[in-house]
T-cell receptor
């Protein structure tokens, strides 16, 4: 069964204190791993797609990396505005009317709070 | 360009009542999705559509129906609401399929069934 596990569930950092969020996954044939940011009361906002082990992508203070079993979201010198829940998802197949339709399997997220 | 919008934002229903959630997108996207988000669980796909006039079941379709009569709209219906359907519902859309085209999410509808 396709599964995504994120850790820690919650993380509290001081402004400027770098850290990493973990996303471990089991999926038959990874085609894509996705990171989203979700602010309270809002929908997820797309951050990155990673396709293969060894790939890295950066956006401002965020850097996402991918291995064969897990992905990390590194946050360098975070600011209070980086506070949010970060969601990880992997692409998996769902079989039905549209053969092999690709869906997202989401983790439960890591709640990040950055204090000034 | 509003992106993906959802109405209503909040709703309280009594068990057995019905309602329709409306999702609209102005990005000319082919694919649209309905998810539910519950505490301690990841977002789960309810139904999806790969184009106007088409719909298909996702992971948790029981108790829900959908329609996509117009390309820009995707409706989610609850015919007889149950407390287990208390959740936050998100609509999303994408230009085409994964992994190339990311999904854009709406702001969500918080539904409580008493």
């Amino acid at each position: 069964e396709d599964q995504v596990t994120q850790s820690p569930e919650a993380l509290r950092l001081q402004e400027g204190e770098s850290s990493s969020l973990n996303c471990s996954y089991t999926v038959s044939g990874l085609r894509g791993l996705f990171w989203y940011r979700q602010d309270p009361g809002k929908g997820p906002e797309f951050l990155f797609t990673l396709y293969s082990a060894g790939e890295e992508k950066e956006k401002e203070r965020l850097k996402a990396t991918l291995t064969k079993k897990e992905s990390f979201l590194h946050i360098t010198a975070p600011k209070p505005e980086d506070s949010a829940t970060y969601l990880c998802a992997v692409q998996a197949s769902i079989w039905g009317m549209n053969t092999g339709f690709q869906k997202l399997v989401f983790g439960t997220g890591t709640r990040l709070l950055v204090s000034p | 360009n509003a992106g993906v919008t959802q109405t209503p934002k909040f709703r309280v229903l009594k068990t057995g009542q019905s309602m329709t959630l409306l999702c609209a997108q102005d990005m000319n996207h082919e694919y649209m999705y309905w998810y539910r988000q519950d505490p301690g669980m990841g977002l789960r796909l309810i139904h999806y559509s790969v184009g106007e006039g088409t719909t298909a079941k996702g992971e948790v379709p029981d108790g829900y129906n959908v329609s996509r009569l117009k390309k820009q709209n995707f409706l989610l219906g609850l015919e007889s609401a149950a407390p287990s359907q208390t959740s936050v519902y998100f609509c999303a859309s994408s230009y085409a399929g994964l992994p190339t085209y990311e999904q854009y999410f709406g702001p969500g509808t918080r539904l409580t069934v008493t």
